[in-house]
């Protein structure tokens, strides 16, 4: 059996995986054989995203870093970073981990960071701040940003950076991960949401009839842009959790025309201001989205009124691929998996659900669908365990599915998951259980047109699925089976594997 995650993962106080800055990050990543640059020219409508699709593959391909950019080989910014978290090993190294720990491992180092905090340092001044570009010099467009996909409503700016917001009540810093394209050269149509921190913020500031500040940071560390795309709780900054992660305080400065703070080695800030008057909406998408599909039709949405770019000398810009198909992985899809897989761990210890073993969210559903393994001893146990996690705020848009076998099945082989399902869940015995009518996502497309209206039903409406693949603890023990409630399983006797095993290589294999 595996030793429990929490064991094998570092102390968060030992951990030491502090880059500096994303030139840090690509550094480490050359050295590390894990980054391929490109330099011949490449054009930044569709053939930056369809290279970045091909190598990204099923989640093992290099991180990129494009060099030459048809339209900007001179100027503000020339380079594209993408693909820093697009694989395991990748992860791995963000955690101080070793290349080949395995997801078990580093869901454990993710379960340890998301329980601790490193708070934030404020420093004066920083290298972001070597270009700062206000008023008429505002151009969105100076900055070489993709056409990821044909279909795509615009140039999508928003994909792989931290969007900070405060808590007009508590003061508390948030850093979300959320879509927005290029609109005009000062403006960034966005998707916003009422359940997520930032929508919950930008309530407070709706209250008071005030604009909501806001500030975009592009290119990090990478454990900015993996906490923001994490669903930590409201009352708690992603700050001090990528303090955590990385085993250091975040080192912040004050931005220029936003009461918000950024990091001071970031390469590039766009500082605004979001208004909640219709009047002043935009229109956005569609946009490819996680889910593998278009995310819907072109609409007035919220903006960011654009009032100051920071970035550094030479800046590089930080974007990724969205949008997950079988056996073509992303960023976020490998991101997902260790993320809500941790998230959804905690969950269910703080709720007192025992027995839990293993926690797996497959990649290519981005956490859609929850794999939980654990020992059971009484009936109802795998009940409890869905109940617990879509009772959650981390529930929004994730756990649509969840599967709950016996700790004799690998979450992490879907042939032994299968096979639970074949052979351990009976429907007439309440095995599959329908949660009805509750809050999910708005761009899944398996989801009426109607229950998709997030400005009518503030997100998606979902029909959630449990799938109780463990064996059923309703059933009798039978005499002929010694008791136990179902029949032994046609596994080799101890005693038979062990003399295979040993006289394995006279077998010839």
Known sequence: MNKHPLDVAPKASEIRTHFGDMRGWIEHLKKNGELHEINVEVDWNCELGTITRRAFGNGDGPALLFNRIKDYTDGRCTQVFTGGLSKYSRLAMMFGLPKDASITDLVGAARKAYSSRVPPVVVKTGPVKENIIKGDDINLFDFPVPLWHRLDGGRYINTMQGTITRDLVTGRLNVGLY??????????????????????????????????????????????????????????????????????????????????????????????????????????????????????????????????????????????????????????????????????????????????????????????????????????????????????????????????????????????????YAYRVNAAEDDIIFFPGTFGSAIDPSTRLKYRDAEFYGTGKWCRVLIDATVNLDFEGEEKYHGERYPPMVKPEPQDWELVERRWHEYGF
């Not at 454990?223 to 669903?231: D, H, K, N, V, W």
């Open 179 to 420: 879509r927005g394209m290029i609109g005009k050269k000062n403006t960034i149509p966005v998707l916003l949401w009422r359940p997520q921190n930032w929508g919950q913020d930008m309530l407070k500031y709706k209250a008071k009839s005030e604009e909501m500040p806001v500030a975009f940071v592009y290119g990090w560390e990478p454990s900015l842009p993996f906490c923001a795309a994490s669903p930590v709780p409201p009352d708690v900054s992603e700050y001090d959790v990528m303090g955590a992660i990385r085993g250091a305080p975040v080192e912040l400065v004050d931005c220029e025309t936003v009461p918000l703070q950024v990091p001071a080695t970031a390469e590039i800030v766009v500082e605004g201001y979001i208004s909640s008057d219709p009047e002043t909406f935009e229109m956005e998408m569609p946009f490819g989205e996680y889910t593998g599909y278009f995310g819907g039709d072109q609409a007035l949405r919220h903006k960011v009124r654009v009032t100051c770019i920071m970035h550094r000398n030479k800046p590089i810009f930080r974007g990724t691929l969205e949008g997950t198909m079988p056996k073509m992985l992303n960023e976020n899809s490998i991101m997902s998996s260790v993320q809500r897989a941790a998230l959804a761990w905690n969950i269910l210890e703080r709720s007192g659900v025992p027995g839990v073993t293993d926690v797996h969210c497959p990649p290519a559903n981005n956490g859609t669908t929850l794999m939980i393994q654990l020992r059971q001893t009484y009936r109802g146990q795998a009940k409890q365990a869905a109940a617990a996690i879509w009772g959650s705020s981390a529930a929004h848009m994730r756990y649509k599915h969840i599967w709950v076998v016996d700790e004799d099945i690998d979450i992490h082989d879907y042939g032994a998951i299968d096979w639970a």
